[in-house]
Structure formats: C-alpha cells, structure tokens
C-alpha cells in the first residue's frame, strides 16, 4: 500500500511541478505529516534510505517539490 501513495506522490510532483507541499497533500488528501514521511522516503534522507527520487527546494516561506533526474527516470520506466 505504501508503494501506491509514494507513486502517486511522485507522479503528482511531475505533472504539477513545481509542486508546494500544501497542494501535493491537499490535491492526494495526504496530511502533512504523512506526506513529509513519504517525502522522507521519496527524497534523499541518508538517515531513512531515501530513494532520491523528489527534490525539495525551500523557497522562501514555502518547499517546493520537483521530481529529481532518478526520478524522472522512475517515471519513464514504469509509466
């Protein structure tokens, strides 16, 4: 089940790029904080084996989410 929310997360922030965190988890029906776990997994957290498939910008008061290149790549392979 994780797997499906981790790839809809990941689809989401590439149809939508830049995505803001508050939209990913409005538009997925995600709270913050389960979105931030999944993005703790999607992005390149060393500490929790993170997939570095999501880039997160900070930009300004706001975190910005783009997929990364080995997340594009992901993306092509599976679509």
């Known amino acids: 089940m994780i797997e499906a929310r981790l790839a809809a997360v990941l689809r989401f922030v590439a149809e939508h790029e830049p995505a803001s965190l508050a939209k990913v988890a409005r538009q997925l029906t995600l ?35 783009r997929p990364s290149p080995r997340g594009r790549a992901w993306l092509a392979e599976h679509a």
């Open 31 to 65: 709270s913050q904080s389960e979105l931030l776990r999944l993005l703790a997994i999607l992005g390149d957290d060393v500490a929790v084996g993170g997939l570095g498939l999501v880039e997160i910008e900070d930009a300004g008061s706001r975190r910005l989410l």
